[in-house]
């Protein structure tokens, strides 16, 4: 019956995911970014390929507030050279 307290756990539940994340917010597009690693597994030969991710619809509090690459006018590859971490600095 109570479907609103059912929706509001689950966002909450979100939310807690991506507080362990590294997650940053960019103040320029006003868009939350990941720097993800994917690494890719071919006959033995492993490569790791790191990509930034962009997420439209999360709220930015609590986030680091870090430009993204577009904004930086930077090159992608340099961009997750620099800034790629598992863990937030803070
Ligand atoms: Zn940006």
């Not at 960019?26 to 790791?48: P, Q």
């Amino acid at each position: 019956m109570n479907r609103r307290s059912y929706k509001e756990r689950d966002n909450s539940n979100y939310e807690a995911m991506l507080a362990d994340s590294t997650i940053r917010y960019c103040t320029g597009c006003r868009m939350c970014w990941e720097i993800v690693k994917e690494v890719s597994n071919s006959y033995g030969n492993k490569s790791a390929n790191k990509y930034v991710k962009f997420y439209n619809h999360i709220p930015s509090w609590g986030k680091q507030k870090l430009k993204c690459f577009h904004c930086l006018k930077m090159k992608v590859e340099k961009f997750v050279k620099l800034y790629y971490t598992r863990k937030l600095i803070k």
